[in-house]
């Protein structure tokens, strides 16, 4: 059986077994058959150049591939792969599924069968609907972390050449579009900048090729490509049907999913999605000097690819407006920096609202996806080799613990400066001594350093603090009312070079009394399209 057209009575085979109502979604390379409780993938017979469907054998092996790897992600959702075969009367149906390591030599055609999930549970849908709460967000990036932490490392590869190949294929596509879609200029200087940023961070991406953060990761890491399961964010649908497209470093991957949510409009969504993840993988510190150029990367392709797509859809006019909206991020993703890194210290005490300015602040900090967040409970947790949220011992806070604290506070703050991305301690820094060694390691690396001190009445910090302890999410702050009042009874006062900051006005007065004080470049919130994010990937989805 060859042929889109010859696959018309599998199609029918699998709306039989479904039964009841069906609802039919066509994509480039496959079609999915929705019913109530079960969904049915079936790969195209096509060839279209980067995937080949053209034989059952390659459909057989894209499906087995599609439930291995999806499986790292979503053994719930994969459920099996089934053979096409002719019953006894000669019609098709669905035989019993196999391991995706066997075959069927009777096979007409394979389809991958999942659990059906609810539509609105996609997080292209949760995002744009501004249903991504903290928690959510806390979760998706624990989820990606995970996936990372156990994907397979592949030796052997050359880091900074799998980059330059992404870099000529966006070229080469770019100018392959029609006349007009893009000014040949804007591509010209995209394309300059790319290999600008290549050149500058050769050195580091091949060493994070030798120390194993290449791997085989999901490859279109988008919020189209992650569903609400069972109340987690489940990673699904990784691109599949070539795994060398798939292999890359982790942070390119992340970087699929932090320009997806800037694109949408959420650039303080793709923040905390980044920060959770640094903070859990802390070991991707040296390659974030190379976000920049990975974001572009991203963008850009999301650009010619929806160009290309543009003919094909209702509305042609707004499908290339999109697209030149992606080329735009992607050269302000690859945009020299406007100023250079700072240190930018938050301190006071417990309640006075320090981590509720740093998350505000640190993602309209330019440049994308924002500012580091270094918060002294995180990093005490890490090394206590806990979670954020649990909660630990009063032995873990004596002097000499939170000594450890801010060394190692400091040491990664100075790294990430060195880099040129501006960093937010979100820390007490109740002591001259620690005050001296954040403006130490801004001065170590290079960078500038302002210091803002929070005040706010006691009842204020109080109620803040019961009001956090009692957060169901939890949170990474063991600093109750009673630490509250202990801290001020022996309230330090304000530090003379720290510019002092009013904190019992609401969080966007505080906010904007930081601001003044930085005085820094920020990231303009943007949103692709006039109104609904798009969900192309980097490829024409598999999917949808």
Not at 252 to 257: E, H, I, K, R, T
Not at 386 to 393: M, S
Not at 469 to 493: C, I, L, M, T, Y
């Amino acid at each position: 059986m060859t042929g889109s057209n010859a696959q018309d009575e599998v199609i029918a085979a699998i709306v039989r077994h479904l039964g009841g109502s069906v609802r039919r979604v066509d994509t480039h390379g496959a079609v999915v058959l929705l019913g109530e409780t079960r969904a049915f993938k079936l790969k195209r017979a096509v060839n279209l150049g980067y995937l080949d469907f053209s034989t059952v054998a390659l459909r057989h092996k894209a499906c087995a591939a599609e439930m291995v790897l999806n499986r790292r992600t979503a053994p719930d959702l994969y459920l099996g792969l089934r053979p096409v075969v002719r019953g006894g009367d000669g019609a098709l149906v669905l035989g019993e599924a196999i391991d995706p390591a066997a075959n069927d030599p009777d096979a007409i055609d394979w389809v991958v069968e999942m659990r059906r999930f609810d539509d609105d549970a996609l997080f292209a849908g949760i995002a744009d609907r501004g249903e991504l709460t903290p928690i959510l967000l806390r979760d998706l990036a624990d989820a990606v972390a995970r996936f990372h932490e156990n994907a397979a490392i592949v030796e052997g590869h050359d880091g900074v050449e799998r980059v330059a190949r992404v870099i000529e294929g966006n070229r080469a596509a770019m100018a392959a579009l029609a006349p007009g879609i893009f000014a040949p200029e804007d591509c010209a200087e995209l394309v300059r900048r790319w290999r600008g940023l290549l050149e500058t961070h050769a050195p580091m991406l091949a060493r994070r090729a030798a120390q194993g953060h290449v791997r085989l990761c999901h490859g279109d890491l988008h919020c189209a490509n992650i569903c609400l399961w069972q109340g987690r964010p489940t990673l699904f649908d990784c691109l599949e049907f070539d795994t060398e497209l798939a292999t890359t470093d982790v942070l390119y991957d992340l970087a699929f999913l932090l320009m997806d949510l800037s694109a949408r409009g959420l650039g303080a969504a793709a923040n905390r999605v980044f920060n959770r993840y640094c903070d859990r993988r802390p070991r991707e510190q040296e390659g974030l000097g190379a976000m920049g150029l990975f974001l572009s990367l991203r963008a850009g392709i999301r650009a010619h690819v929806g160009a290309l797509a543009a003919g094909r859809q209702a509305d042609p006019a707004k499908a290339i407006a999109a697209a030149q909206h992606y080329l735009t991020l992607a050269l302000d993703f690859a945009a020299p920096r406007a100023a250079p890194a700072r240190l930018i210290a938050i301190g006071g005490l417990s309640g006075t609202g320090k981590s509720t300015l740093a998350g505000a602040l640190a993602p309209l900090v330019a440049p994308a996806p924002g500012a580091r967040w270094l918060r002294s409970d995180v990093i005490r947790k890490r090394l206590a080799g806990v979670d954020p949220e649990v909660r630990l011992p009063p032995e873990s806070y004596t002097p000499a613990a939170s000594a450890r604290v801010y060394a190692a506070m400091r040491a990664e703050a100075t790294d990430d400066l060195a880099q040129g991305r501006t960093v937010v301690i979100d820390a007490v820094s109740g002591t001259a001594r620690e005050r001296a060694g954040l403006a130490r390691a801004a001065h170590d690396a290079g960078a500038g350093f302002v210091g803002l001190w929070l005040e706010a009445d006691d009842a204020t910090m109080i109620a803040r603090a019961t009001r956090r302890s009692a957060d169901p999410g939890g949170d990474a702050s063991d600093a109750d009312a009673s630490v509250v009042r202990r801290q001020v009874a022996r309230r330090p006062a304000p530090p003379a070079d720290w510019v002092s900051i009013d904190a019992n006005k609401g969080p966007d007065d505080v906010l904007a009394q930081a601001l003044a004080a930085c005085r820094l470049p920020l990231v303009i919130p943007s949103r692709v399209g006039d109104g609904s994010a798009p969900s192309a990937s980097d490829r024409p989805s598999a999917r949808r």
